[in-house]
């Protein structure tokens, strides 16, 4: 990987990450003049950038309950990334997982959040939604990719997302 590259993916990571704590209250009003951005600094719910682990990658985005899997490239690879958000997840202790795709030219809000069919059941049964009203509050796409159901996906937008960790946070299940 190049430095650019690395630098490219290191600015979508941070831009994710500030999105969703701007957008889930987890900053102070101008937070970019401040010391610390955090209203409070030791709250678990804080969206962070962990540090990695020598040889198990915990993913790039810690959003309690979920690890965040963020890709900035021109093509692709929805349901290998989900599947190695999953493996992340799992090494870091957390029950969700998502891959985060930025859409090229767009604002950090309309990248691409997706996740396994899987996952979309148990987020729904723990906010106690029927399939079509949760697709239709959260703006879902379902991808259909062949008869392997493991390479099934659902996908929103970030902003949807950042609306769908508030929620799930709410239903406090964890």
Request: with cysteine; hydrophobic share 40%.
């Amino acid at each position: 990987m190049s430095i650019h590259n690395a630098a490219k993916g290191s600015r979508f990571e941070v831009a994710v990450r500030d999105y969703l704590n701007e957008t889930t209250g987890r900053y102070r009003e101008n937070w970019r003049e401040c010391d610390t951005p955090f209203r409070n600094p030791v709250d678990r719910f804080n969206v962070r950038r962990p540090n990695q682990e020598r040889q198990h990658d915990v993913g790039d985005i810690h959003a309690w309950p979920f690890v965040l899997q963020c890709k900035d490239v021109a093509k692709p690879s929805t349901p290998k990334w989900i599947g190695a958000a999953g493996r992340q997840a799992r090494f870091a202790g957390f029950p969700f997982s998502v891959a985060v795709h930025k859409t090229r030219r767009a604002n950090v809000r309309q990248s691409r959040v997706a996740m396994t069919v899987r996952q979309w059941t148990r987020l729904r049964m723990i906010l106690g939604a029927e399939s079509r009203e949760a697709a239709y509050a959260y703006g879902a796409a379902f991808a259909v990719r062949g008869i392997d159901t493991a390479k099934w996906y659902v996908s929103l937008t970030l902003d949807d997302f950042a609306r769908l960790l508030r929620d799930v946070r709410i239903a406090g299940q964890f």
